[in-house]
């Protein structure tokens, strides 16, 4: 199902964790195409850097963040499970880019980068929320990889370049609220015993 808004159920999950419009603290994923998306990703990146805290830290766009010489799918598959939310950018190239070399359709190759960050946020059960830039259409289900399939069922928005901003603002006030991270775990006690002995040692210094 592919809406052009968020559904009113969605529009309240943000109430107790956005101060003042912002999402402080969100760590955010936009998945995008170059040769279909990357003016309008560059202004939704300076858009979203109002909403978190770090822009640097909390919003992973680009695969020239990827270190040299590391796994680019297990790289992008750790970045995707820090992600709170995935943005899937969406303009009217999005679906039908094709590999220079080969000619098929990057959508069908199991190593286009947009296939594996989408269907590993999806597998992870993260937020993915499409984003159609302008008038452009939903992909339906049968032009959609078996492993990017749930993806028709993820309710989205659109960004229109009037009124862009606004888009953006209103797009995070209707988010999901972020999952809060386990606190790192607490050092055990030591049993009786063992305090019993480490008082037993100290005397036995104090007495030399």
């Known amino acids: ?9 969605a529009e309240g999950f943000l109430e107790q964790a956005c101060i003042g419009g912002s999402a402080l603290g969100r760590k955010i994923f936009i998945s995008y195409r170059r040769e279909d998306s990357k003016h309008a990703v560059g202004r939704l990146y300076e858009a979203l850097k109002k909403h978190v805290s770090d822009p640097r830290r ?3 766009m680009d695969i020239d963040d990827i270190p040299r010489g590391v796994d680019y799918v297990d790289y992008l598959g750790n970045k995707v499970a820090e992600c709170d939310v995935l943005f899937a950018v969406i303009g009217p190239a999005w679906l039908t880019v094709t590999d220079p070399k080969t000619g098929a359709r990057r959508l ?51 960004l229109r370049h009037e009124s862009f901003d ?7 006030r209707s988010l999901p609220e972020a999952k809060p991270k386990p606190p790192p775990p607490l050092r055990a006690r030591a ?9 037993f040692k100290a005397a036995a210094i104090l007495r030399r």
């Open 191 to 199: 049993e009786p015993e063992t305090r019993a002995r480490l008082i």
């Open 108 to 158: 069908d190759q199991a190593n286009d980068f947009v296939r594996i960050e989408i269907a590993e946020a999806l597998r992870r059960g993260i937020p993915v929320v499409p984003l159609f830039l302008d008038d452009t259409g939903a992909p339906v289900e049968a032009d959609l990889p078996d492993s990017l399939k749930p993806l028709h069922r993820r309710n989205g928005d659109r």
């Open 1 to 9: 199902m592919w809406v052009s808004r968020p559904s009113q159920a």
């Open 58 to 60: 909390d919003i992973f």
């Open 166 to 172: 606004a888009d953006v603002a209103r797009l995070m």
